[in-house]
């Protein structure tokens, strides 16, 4: 092929050696809950606020109101993931917990986890999705409880985590 081979090049299909492009994963965030109860009663969608950034790329993820927004000039393809611990506060027998992405505050995605709990027991919630996203858009988690009863978030570092990031293309 063409082009000088070395460790920093590669041999694309049409015989040329190529230096590949730097690509980055921006912007991106993370951030957590690592202080103040979260409850929520039943069937009740409520906003869950991650209150302390691990990080932020662009400043895009806003701890007072748990709002990631695209900045400008950064539209495409985003991955997001979320999870969480939660219990049932009081013994009432909650039957099903769902976890929500919103997207410009409207429902864009959520999962549901059917299964009785009774006083304090703990449950994994998981959420991840590729989003096409434009300029201004913006996405938060909720979290919702079914049947009766009420629910917390374990706060704590190692607890919960609301997490995203631009996709290379």
């Keep these: 092929g063409s082009g000088t081979a070395d460790a920093t090049t590669f041999l694309r299909g049409d015989q040329t050696y190529a230096t590949p492009a730097s690509a980055t994963n921006t912007p991106n965030f993370s951030a957590n809950r690592i202080s103040g109860a979260v409850t929520f009663p ?57 976890t929500y992405f919103y997207k410009n505050g409207s429902n864009e995605l959520f999962a549901a986890q059917s299964e009785t709990a009774s006083f304090g027991s703990y449950r994994r919630n998981v959420l991840g999705a590729d989003l096409e996203l434009s300029a201004g858009d913006y996405i938060e988690l909720y979290a919702r409880v079914g049947t009766t009863g009420t629910a917390g978030i374990e706060v704590g570092h190692s607890y919960n985590r609301f997490s995203g990031f631009k996709l290379v293309e």
């Design 42 to 98: 039943v069937n009740t969608v409520t906003k869950l606020v991650f209150n302390n950034e691990l990080y932020d790329s662009a400043s895009a993820y806003d701890i007072s109101n748990g709002r990631f927004t695209v900045p400008s000039g950064q539209g495409g393809k985003y991955h997001f993931s979320a999870t969480f611990l939660s219990y049932e506060i009081v013994n009432n027998n909650i039957t099903s917990w769902y």
